[in-house]
């Protein structure tokens, strides 16, 4: 019997530093390939998948601002860099035979279309990948919280955040080895515990007040990805 995801439409969330692999700044090929590798993966489970990119590995505004930048500023350069993250990503999946279409909240004719709303869920409808760069195209406003709002748009089911560990736990697991990791979290627990940082609070308020689900999982463990969407027990999910 052919496995299918328990899931129509996702939002995937990846970050700056999930584009950066192995290296300490910039993008790494071979791990943008394992990733286009789990996505196809996905993709092939018949969910329709639309991924908003970070920037961190690049330039991440925050800091530009801290340095000495106009903060707008920084944080419209954080933005071009979550496009060389979607440029990036948008190859390795062609290269997987995944028809991929490139929308950006900043337009950019000569290399993807702008966000419109419906024609990413027409693309999405038609079995295309749709990645999305540049944040929502205003500064100030993190990706984490752009990827809460895009699904919310796209009527998606959940926002599937990749991340470095296998889950939600209830301290930093690193510098904790005692942290008790949650299956299921719910919403109020996200937002009010410091110490759980899996989105920012705003991007966790926005999902909570809609009653999205957030499923966060390890993007560096085979087929995680694959696992959570056919309702497996991986990862975490907030609800």
Partial sequence: MKKKSKYKRILLKLSGEAMRGKREYGIDPEFINYLAGEIA????LGVQIAIVTGGGNIFRGVA?????????TAHYMGM??????????QDALEKKKIIVRMQTAIEMKQIAET?????????????????????????????????????LELGCDAVFKATK????????????????????????????N????????????????????????NTYKKSALQR????????????
């Fill in 165 to 192: 560990v296998d889950g939600v736990y209830s301290d930093d697991p690193v510098k904790n080895p005692k942290a008790k990791k949650y299956n299921t979290l719910p919403f109020s627990e996200a937002f009010k």
């Fill in 115 to 151: 966000f419109i709303r419906k024609k990413a869920i027409r693309h999405m409808e038609k079995g295309r990948v749709v990645v999305l760069g540049g944040g929502t195209g205003m500064p100030f406003i993190t990706t984490d919280t752009t990827a809460a709002m895009r699904a």
């Fill in 41 to 44: 993966s996905a993709h092939k």
């Fill in 194 to 217: 410091d110490k759980i940082k899996v989105m920012d609070k705003a991007a966790v308020e926005l999902c909570m007040r809609n009653d999205l689900k957030i499923v966060v999982f």
């Fill in 64 to 72: 530009g601002s801290k340095a000495g930048l106009d903060e707008a």
């Fill in 80 to 89: 071009l860099a979550t496009i060389f993250n979607a440029m990036a990503l």
């Fill in 228 to 239: 959570a969407l056919m309702g497996e027990k991986e990862g975490t999910v907030i609800k």
